[in-house]
């Protein structure tokens, strides 16, 4: 049985657009695929706290020296990773805020980034230690970036590369706050690219 892990980043969480599109991704596939397993990692319900000298400490404390507080920081962290790696496919439902990915995402991708653990150093650079597999960001946006000043999808397809993920597709929905008109199509567009993609799965 196929493992499907959903990131959910919208602060308006399954109400948000990012969210309607994987929505529409998972019912496609579960329609091909019924007994798949979806995980659905909802970072802004989890609160995550942003990484901060305590939990990095903790993830660079040794097994047999970490206090109470740390081996539960690290538990945390295990687990979040453990989803990932179980996974495969992942959808990581990636609203635009401010021209960057919600925080709520940032303090996700800060836990599940440990050396020696997702990624390691070598002396051609650093390699990722996850299995690759198919990722899917479904990004909205409420004006146009993708060819004009995007520093969103650049930032978490290096991020994920980094961790060893490098089979990115993306589908962009842009413009929903440039006229019903406009928004409408980018909607129909990008609902069309996620059950085509859905589908071939």
Known sequence: MATLLY????IFQENGQSSQLASRFIDTLQTKQPDINVITR???ADNLPHIDAAIAGAFFTPEADRSNEQQAIVERSDNLI???KKADYIVIGLPMYNYGIPSQLKAYFDQIARAGITF???EKGPVGLIEDK???LLTTRGGVHKD????????VKEYLSFLGLTSVETIYAEGLNMGEEIADKA???ATNAVIAAASQL
């Open 7 to 10: 990131i959910q980043s919208s």
């Open 42 to 44: 909802d970072v802004v």
């Open 82 to 84: 453990a989803e990932v």
């Open 120 to 122: 390691k150093y070598t």
């Open 134 to 136: 198919p990722v899917y």
């Open 148 to 155: 004009n000043g995007d520093f969103e999808v650049p930032y």
């Open 187 to 189: 909607r129909d567009a």
